[in-house]
């Protein structure tokens, strides 16, 4: 008997998990769609303030903000001039101590002594070179000015080598002489990259001998590379961020403390060498610093060094540039910066962006982001319930129910089933339709088979009993496992036909819409108006025209990123003439038109198909739009207009077609504007 072991799906994701949930995304996105807002830029917004709901990760302007915060309080840590600063005052301690040796001896050399210590340059660098061979008399002051050569030998080091100042603490020669080795086999490692020579396995033997002084703990050269850079970078800055006394005096330090440990060369060497493979990190930028207490200048190389990390991160985290995406962020600088919970929050961010395209929401086309048919789906029924939520529970009209929905009176016959009836299932004839299907796959299956042997004389031998066909642990045939119902079993009640209705809804898409704020509202009201006739009227053919200067058919995908139109002129001809051809390719369809603007016609087709633009509206445009509205009268179509502005050429006109359609004039608010629209849709159909 075969024995199993259970455990973890370890190949790969859990093909039984559930997709992962991004309707409350979705959802929040499209409250920016339906209020005007383009889909790549509502996504954008989305990933700003963050996740809604239950989840509740920060979006990238609580970051952001976090990473202004730090670098405020970065800038008021100290001042640049703290090395400076320690250095003049170990000099001045020693030169005292020095003088306080001289001043009691009455000999000439003491006062040579003093004249020459009189005689040193305000600068602090050159005053150390000239101190550099000064015979001390003072053995305090000796000690004052060799414990001043080992702070700028160690604060330099820490400028470049971050943490080599408690390395040197205690001026073991040794030590100093493994950081000569170190920088020598650093720089030789180096150029061999330079030359292709180098290997992870010289990296390797480097890091084995000298790691314990890089506590990044880089993998290989590139990494080790830029860390060394960004601070060489920083050290640049710093030098730049200084007044020019200043950087001369800490650059004459800098070189005075390197001659002393034997390491000019070197240094020089790997500051060249890091420049030319980094140059794009900023050399030479300077950087304000507004605090009062004074940083060395490893410290203050630190500061520098992030500061300009936390400057990229801001930058990356503002995705305002052209084609920004959320992988360009550095999750190891947001780690640096902001901690763990906020790498969780910009990996949920990544993922909703991914999982949206992934489960067939977003695409991407031509560099632009766009909605799916899917997405479209369920935004127009996110629009739909919003214009239910408004209409009056209980009213005629509120078609938010979960009836049976026959579409007229039963004939007693029955037909195959087709996507969209909503007549009553026929199970009867459903199920025998399966148990005949069923029989005759068997037969076919066993006839192929040769299970069924013909005698010569016609008649039909029973087969033996197989395994199969008897029950474990019984004698008697196995009972049959039940009836599989196929798609094309299933049967509907004949019912009497309903009238369809033929629906055409016209939305102005001039640029005055926006001007007037409704345009957000005639969004919304064409998305939930073909939700509701595709999910709720599938017999219902229903056509979305937009206007402007010309007129088009809105296809429902292009509907949900639709954006407004800033050309002149309000075609209302032509979009009557598109409407007219929809209702002529349903003749037996009850016709309805909706018209949604807030302007009177001010355009209209010329013979040659051009449009021709004049305001105040031109006679020829009135007359050529009136006439189109005379067209849909003799169809039987009633044209209801929805008003969204209360212009007295508007009132003129919508009251003229209304003499002579017979139709009716409404006047909604924009915020309104789907509650009226719907329900003259539905007080319509259910007339």
């Known amino acids: 008997m075969s024995r199993y072991r259970y455990g973890a799906y370890e190949d790969g994701p859990d093909p039984l998990a559930p997709p992962y949930d991004v309707r409350d995304a979705l959802d929040a996105m499209g409250d920016a769609v339906l209020d005007g807002t383009r889909p790549g830029d509502a996504l954008r917004e989305l990933l700003r303030r963050g996740l809604p709901g239950a989840q509740g990760r920060r979006g990238l302007d609580d970051m952001l903000r976090q990473v202004r915060d730090r670098r405020r309080a970065l800038r008021d840590r100290g001042r640049l001039d703290g090395t400076l600063e320690q250095a003049r005052a170990l000099l001045d301690t020693a030169i005292g101590q020095e003088r306080a040796e001289l ?32 015979d001390w008399r003072s053995e305090a002051a000796r000690r004052t000015y060799e414990q001043l050569k080992d702070l700028l030998r160690r604060e330099v080091l820490d400028a470049q080598f971050q943490g080599m100042k408690q390395a040197l603490e205690n001026q073991d020669p040794a030590a100093m002489q493994r950081v000569k080795d170190m920088m020598a086999a650093l720089n030789q490692m180096l150029e061999r990259d330079a030359r292709g020579e180098h290997t992870q396995e010289d990296f390797d033997r480097f890091m084995g001998e000298y790691g314990d002084m890089f506590p990044d703990d880089p993998q290989n050269l590139e990494e080790l590379v830029d860390a060394l850079a960004r601070r060489a970078a920083a050290m640049d800055r710093l030098l730049a961020s200084l007044s020019p006394e200043q950087r001369a005096e800490l650059a004459g330090l800098m070189e005075q403390a390197m001659q002393d440990a034997g390491l000019a060369m070197e240094m020089t060497r790997l500051g060249d060498a890091l420049r030319a493979r980094r140059p794009d990190l900023g050399w030479g930028q300077s950087e304000q610093m507004t605090g009062d207490d004074p940083l060395g200048m490893g410290d203050a190389t630190t500061a520098l060094a992030e500061l300009a990390d936390l400057s990229e991160l801001e930058a990356a985290l503002g995705q305002d540039y052209p084609g920004a995406r959320l992988d360009d962020i550095d999750e190891e600088a947001v780690r640096r910066a902001l901690g763990r919970q906020a790498v969780d929050d910009l990996a949920e961010l990544r993922r909703i962006e991914a999982e949206l395209e992934r489960q067939g929401y977003l695409r991407r086309k031509r560099g632009n982001l766009e909605l799916t048919p899917k997405a479209v789906r369920r935004l127009g029924e996110t629009a739909l319930r919003r214009v239910f939520s408004q209409l009056a529970a209980g009213r005629q009209g509120d078609h938010d129910q979960r009836d049976a929905g026959q579409a007229g009176e039963l004939t007693g016959s029955s037909r195959e089933w087709r996507f969209g009836d909503e007549q009553p299932l026929d199970v009867v004839r459903t199920v025998s339709n399966a148990i005949r299907r069923s029989a005759m796959e068997r037969g076919s299956t066993e006839h192929a088979s040769g299970l069924v042997p013909r005698p010569a004389d016609g008649s039909v031998t029973e087969p033996a009993p197989t395994a199969d066909a008897v029950a474990v642990g019984g004698n008697g045939p196995r009972r049959p496992d039940g009836v599989r119902l196929g798609v094309d079993d299933f049967e509907v009640h004949e019912t009497e036909r309903r009238t369809g ?19 957000a509202a005639a969004k919304q009201t064409t998305l939930a108006l073909h939700t509701l006739v595709t999910s709720k009227f599938p017999q219902d053919a229903i056509q979305i025209i937009g206007f402007s200067n010309y007129a088009r058919v809105l296809h429902p995908t292009e509907m949900a990123g639709l954006d407004w139109d800033m050309v002149q002129g309000t075609n209302l001809h032509h979009a009557l003439m598109i409407a007219g051809r929809h209702l002529d390719r349903h003749p037996d369809f009850e016709p309805i038109v909706l018209v949604v603007t807030d302007g009177e016609p001010t355009a209209h087709l010329r013979p040659d198909g051009r449009s021709l633009f004049d305001y105040p509206p031109s006679t020829d445009t009135l007359v050529l739009t009136l006439a189109e509205v005379d067209k849909m009268t003799r169809r039987g179509a009633c044209m209801n207009f929805f008003m969204l502005a209360e212009d007295r050429r508007l009132v003129s006109f919508v009251e003229e077609v209304a003499r002579r359609n017979g139709g009716r004039v409404f006047a909604p608010d924009a915020d309104r504007l789907g509650e009226y629209v719907v329900s003259d849709y539905l007080r319509v159909r259910r007339a």
């Not at 000439?108 to 600068?123: G, H, K, V």
């Not at 209705?501 to 345009?519: E, F, H, I, K, P």
């Open 501 to 519: 209705a033929a629906v055409c809804l016209l939305v102005d898409l001039s640029y005055s819409m926006v001007l007037r704020g409704t345009w």
């Open 103 to 134: 001043f009691p001896d009455p000999s000439d050399d003491a006062r040579l002594r003093e004249a020459e210590l009189d005689t040193l340059p305000s600068d602090t660098s050159q005053a150390i070179r000239r101190l550099s061979d000064y």
